[in-house]
């Protein structure tokens, strides 16, 4: 139920960001968005551990990530420079946006399929927020080739790196409230520093590093009481519908969409050629971890990957304010809005792969 609601509610943002001028609120609405993505990304790195005596292991995650958003990247900007003749430069920031797997839409529902124990959300949970954070350090790079090299952006990697290293090495030792609420409060204060940096320093960092590190700080003791238990299911409701708010939320942050002189039927051509090729990079993690899942569970892991969102808009909306538009970024913005559409059909296939039921207990 939870899955056809957050589909829903994608669904309808869709049709508000092409229905109605959200122009004029932009700014609220982006400011809103963010502080949603940044409690859903607290509440994972609040739930996130790693075994530091097995640390090796995580390069391989890291590998694993980096490559299944690389061969997206790289497929779909072939494709742009191929069909439509785009710079290669262009190429590589439009196409960026098939990399980074929707971490916020991504969590919220596997959990809401009742995935949350199981080793395909924290398999997943890993390479998503990898994912993202690969994302993240390649568009310094591809900055440069736009703008040249600013100060500004040491100062951003400087920053990633005091934030991972804070992540690892203190790691759930802050021992804070966090119950649903505080979470929603360390949400907003989050954005409004990345706010504040952004237009003091004019140093930009997404929210997503910032808020996950905050919550792999936090202190989650899953000894909770009976009372903290009691409380925490009253906070059910908050929490599902600051979910359901972000999902329609990044529905009304598409782009405008306009085809100029292309066809609708060619259009649905490219937006699927693209779609494919985006989805078929994401398929990597099916080549791995063998001795870990079996090939259903793996396959399921890759189509886990599939949904994208709020990262993949921001790569959109960054290659926008760059001038860059024309027929490949409209395609783009086309193919980000039907893997949004599909991402209840997604989770629907990975729930069919793993064999799914109302009994399942958290285990393969």
């Known amino acids: ?28 609405l982006s400011t809103l968005t963010m502080i949603c993505l940044a409690y859903i990304m607290i509440e994972v790195g609040l739930e996130f551990s790693i075994d530091k005596k097995k640390i090796k292991s ?8 980096a490559t299944a958003a690389a061969f997206p990247w790289i497929f779909c900007a072939l494709y742009f420079i191929g069909i439509f003749h785009t710079h290669w430069k262009e190429a590589l920031l439009i196409a960026r946006f098939a990399a980074p797997t929707s971490a916020g839409v991504l969590f919220a529902m596997l959990a809401a399929a009742g995935l949350g124990t199981t080793w395909l959300f924290r398999k997943a949970q890993v390479l998503a927020i990898f994912d993202d954070l690969d994302t993240v350090l390649l568009m310094i790079p591809l900055q440069i080739l736009f703008t040249g090299m ?40 989050v954005t409004l520093f990345c706010e504040m ?7 930009h960092l997404e929210v997503l590093l910032p808020s996950f590190a905050l919550g792999c ?3 989650n003791s899953h000894n909770l009481s009976e009372e903290k238990n009691s409380f925490e299911s009253k906070m059910v409701f908050f929490d599902r519908a ?8 990044v529905g009304c942050s598409l782009p405008k969409i306009s085809l100029g002189e292309m066809s609708i039927s060619m259009a649905v051509f490219h937006v699927l050629m693209i779609t494919v090729l985006a989805n078929l990079g994401k398929c990597f993690p099916a080549l791995c971890y063998r001795k870990e899942a079996s090939l259903r569970q793996r396959i399921a892991l890759s189509i886990a990957m599939f949904p994208r969102g709020e990262v993949g808009a921001g790569v959109l909306l960054l290659a926008i304010n760059y001038g860059l538009g024309g027929i490949a970024t409209t395609l783009a913005c086309l193919s980000l809005a039907l893997n949004l559409l599909l991402t209840g059909v997604f989770i629907g296939i990975v729930l069919w792969l793993i064999g799914h039921d109302k009994k399942i207990k958290g285990k393969f």
Do not use: C
């Open 58 to 65: 995580y390069g391989t995650d890291y590998l694993v990530a």
């Open 242 to 249: 600051v979910k359901g708010f972000f999902m329609l939320l």
């Open 1 to 28: 139920m939870q899955i056809i609601l957050y589909s829903s509610l994608l669904i309808l943002g869709m049709i508000v960001s092409q229905a109605v001028d959200l122009s004029n609120i932009h700014l609220p």
């Open 197 to 203: 940096l952004e237009h003091s320093a004019n140093v």
């Open 217 to 219: 700080l936090l202190y």
């Open 150 to 189: 600013k100060t500004e952006l040491i100062y951003v990697i400087i920053l990633i790196v005091f934030l991972l290293a804070g992540a690892y090495f203190w790691l759930h030792r802050l021992k804070w409230p966090v119950h649903h609420g505080w979470l929603m409060v360390y949400g907003i204060l």
